[in-house]
T-cell receptor, first 117, second 115 residues
Framework: DAGVIQSPRHEVTEMGQEVTLRCKPISGHNSLFWYRQTMMRGLELLIYFNNNVPIDDSGMPEDRFSAKMPNASFSTLKIQPSEPRDSAVYFC???????????????FGEGSRLTVL | AQKITQTQPGMFVQEKEAVTLDCTYDTSDQSYGLFWYKQPSSGEMIFLIYQGSYDEQNATEGRYSLNFQKARKSANLVISASQLGDSAMYFCAMRLTNTGNQFYFGTGTSLTVIP
């Protein structure tokens, strides 16, 4: 079974450039999450979607960050313009909301490691 | 307010021994779920085990078990018969049923298994 697929796996770019990270959730999952992981701040939730609708974007650092989910099988996280402090591993995760029954665990992609020079 | 606390930044265990990774949580909700994830050096996040707040028995998955003490608000992960491949970061997380999709993650514990 295909898991959460992220691309690119690695991205090196220069400050000021636009960066687009892509995610394909597990088929049938109705919630999608974008996390950022750094040594200093750990795992931070940036935004999550439920049924393709953004529900909570309070974790998005600033206006340079934007995320879209045009359909149930695709999401993007865009940083424009990028800055060195954006360097991190960005994870996409999806889950099937199950109500109160069952774990409904998050399934993570392998992450996109972003380096902004 | 921090909802998940992992107080052990790093732990060492001898191969074949058991190890307990601590996790405490903070919530006044009655319905919630607790999760443990493993992150090896390769970077992926792997789901290990889940405990629901209403589950009366401690969850077990192979060599993993969750020592759930509700009154103490602790959900410690026990790994039995440690293997070299268990060396990784381990994250505890909580999801409140009423808030649906919000997962709260701890800061993680780095486990090193010594041969």
């Amino acid at each position: 079974d295909a898991g959460v697929i992220q691309s690119p796996r690695h991205e090196v770019t220069e400050m000021g450039q636009e960066v687009t990270l892509r995610c394909k959730p597990i088929s049938g999952h109705n919630s999608l999450f974008w996390y950022r992981q750094t040594m200093m701040r750990g795992l931070e939730l940036l935004i999550y979607f439920n049924n393709n609708v953004p529900i909570d974007d309070s974790g998005m650092p600033e206006d340079r960050f934007s995320a879209k989910m045009p359909n149930a099988s695709f999401s993007t996280l865009k940083i424009q313009p990028s800055e060195p402090r954006d360097s991190a591993v960005y994870f996409c995760a999806s889950r099937l909301t199950t109500g109160w029954k069952g774990p409904g665990e998050l399934f993570f992609g392998e992450g996109s490691r972003l380096t902004v020079l | 307010a921090q909802k998940i606390t992992q107080t052990q930044p790093g732990m060492f265990v001898q191969e074949k021994e058991a190890v307990t990774l601590d996790c405490t949580y903070d919530t006044s909700d009655q319905s919630y779920g607790l999760f443990w994830y493993k992150q090896p050096s390769s970077g992926e996040m792997i789901f290990l085990i889940y405990q629901g707040s209403y589950d009366e028995q401690n969850a077990t998955e192979g060599r993993y078990s969750l020592n759930f003490q509700k009154a103490r608000k602790s959900a410690n992960l026990v790994i039995s018969a440690s293997q070299l491949g268990d060396s990784a970061m381990y994250f505890c997380a909580m999801r409140l049923t009423n808030t649906g999709n919000q997962f709260y993650f701890g800061t993680g514990t780095s486990l090193t298994v010594i041969p």
